[in-house]
Antibody, heavy 124, light 107 residues
Framework: DVQLVESGGDLVQPGGSLILSCAAS????????MNWVRQAPGKGLEWVAN????????HYVDSVKGRFIISRDNARNSLYLQMNSLRAEDTAIYYCVRDDVYYTTNYYSRFDYWGQGNLVTVSS | AIQMTQSPSSLSASVGDIVTITCRASQDIRNDLGWYQQRPGKAPKLLIS???TLQSGVPSRFSGSGSGTDFTLTISSLQPEDFATYFC?????????FGGGTKLENK
């Protein structure tokens, strides 16, 4: 069975740093794009970042560019999110998400497996 | 960034009803749109990709349509387990963007 297990969430002060990890199992990690999606308490979903299968391509939402870094270790089947200069508005549940990109007439994304989520709280 | 405007933001309905949720994109996104269901305290679940392709295992009462800027998720006969929040997601261009969500409540 596909499993995505996040860890590393914590209470951190504004301006602080944190690393989220996601351990993947039950599928061939090296053949999937991976994403981080977050959800502030009681709010909607926000896509944060993604990374190509081999780590050669990364994309970020503007609000985290220059502060967050997505990375992966394919030998360890793991996805990471290094979060720096944290702000109160980064408080959210962070989900690790697999993207089953497929092609028919175009390339399409399918966020088909999600982790259980990990809470990051930024507060003094 | 492409803005996804989802409506309504909340909806009251009863078991057996037909329910329609819409998403409007701020620009043409072809059919690069997915629909997700989120139950309270749970991670979202993929229902539909490419605007109308039903994910394996998702009941056939769910359907999606649309292309360009206007998209629709329809639930043909609402079941008790369908009371949840629904989100659309455009994957046409970065940054990927979600609609604001539609909370479907039991009338």
């Amino acid at each position: 069975d596909v499993q995505l297990v996040e860890s590393g969430g914590d209470l951190v002060q504004p301006g602080g740093s944190l690393i989220l990890s996601c351990a993947a199992s039950g599928f061939t990690f090296t053949t999937y794009w991976m994403n981080w999606v977050r959800q502030a308490p009681g709010k909607g979903l926000e896509w944060v970042a993604n990374i190509k299968e081999d780590g050669s391509e990364k994309h970020y939402v503007d609000s985290v560019k220059g502060r967050f870094i997505i990375s992966r270790d394919n030998a360890r089947n793991s996805l990471y999110l290094q979060m720096n200069s944290l702000r109160a508005e980064d408080t959210a549940i962070y989900y690790c998400v697999r993207d089953d990109v497929y092609y028919t007439t175009n390339y399409y994304s399918r966020f088909d497996y999600w982790g259980q989520g990990n809470l990051v709280t930024v507060s003094s | 960034a492409i803005q996804m405007t989802q409506s309504p933001s909340s909806l009251s309905a009863s078991v057996g009803d037909i329910v329609t949720i819409t998403c409007r994109a701020s620009q043409d996104i072809r059919n690069d749109l997915g629909w997700y269901q989120q139950r309270p305290g749970k991670a979202p679940k993929l229902l539909i990709s490419a605007a109308s392709t039903l994910q394996s295992g998702v009941p056939s009462r769910f359907s999606g349509s649309g292309s360009g800027t206007d998209f629709t998720l329809t639930i043909s006969s609402l079941q008790p387990e369908d009371f949840a929040t629904y989100f659309c997601l455009q994957d046409y261009d970065y940054p990927l963007t979600f609609g604001g969500g539609t909370k479907l409540e039991n009338k």
